[in-house]
């Protein structure tokens, strides 16, 4: 068997980094928008959806075989895309164009909001030895004291803004290059639905942060110490 030619991994590296994106990072980023949302519901359905996912077996090999791997390699990959990319937007003032120099930027504040917010959260979490049932109370003492600040909830904000609109822009971009979304109209069509996906995702979670910013409530563990 004839080994790969360096164009042909620099291709396929390409294509792990796009799908990478899309599976399982942004399959995360839904799923994680989502359940935190339910602390606009109420703190008990929020509680138990911390409580769950941490009650998972192995739950830190999970996360890093299923998210931290991934996201590292997309993570480089992307800083990569952009170091070899040239910026036209001044020359070619067309708004795909704007949007493609925005998906790069966008990338690069994620990678710094997620630096500070697993080193906020996560870290902290296990460096405490908070597992299973003591994580709820103390992530939510942490979210809590994060958006009584007018800095805290600055930094989620752009994180957030910058997280949903590179997922969202991105999966139009993860259509195109694989050959899902063929024809101008298409890729017009498919352009608005990933714009409302993106859209919906941000109020998801800008109206989690106003929650946890009008309501700061405290929780004790569910199960006994």
Request: aromatic fraction near 12%; charge should be positive.
């Amino acid at each position: 068997m004839a080994r790969p030619s360096k164009d042909e991994i620099h291709y396929l590296l390409l294509k792990l980094h796009s799908l990478t994106g899309i599976v399982p990072i942004g399959a995360f980023l839904v799923v994680h928008i989502c359940v935190n949302s339910l602390r606009t519901v109420g703190v008990w359905p929020y509680q138990l959806s911390i409580d769950a996912i941490n009650s998972i077996p192995f739950l830190l090999v999970v996360e890093i075989t299923c998210i931290y791997i991934p996201l590292l390699f997309h993570s480089v990959m992307g800083f990569y895309v952009m170091n070899i990319s040239k910026t036209n937007l001044i020359r070619y003032r067309y708004p795909r164009n704007g949007l493609y120099t925005l998906q790069r930027m966008t990338g690069a504040i994620v990678f710094v909001f997620l630096i500070y917010h697993l080193g906020t959260t996560v870290a902290p979490k296990l460096w405490e030895g908070k597992h299973h049932f003591e994580a709820a109370p103390f992530l939510m003492d942490i979210m809590n004291g994060e958006f009584q600040t007018w800095q805290g909830i600055l930094i989620y904000t752009i994180g957030i803004v910058s997280a949903t609109f590179h997922f969202s822009n991105g999966l139009w971009g993860f259509c195109v290059s694989w050959g899902i979304l063929i024809g101008e109209k298409a890729q017009r069509n498919g352009a608005i639905v990933f714009a409302m996906i993106g859209l919906a995702l941000t109020v998801l979670a800008l109206a989690t942060v106003a929650e946890f910013n009008m309501n700061p409530l405290p929780v004790e563990a569910t199960v006994a110490r």
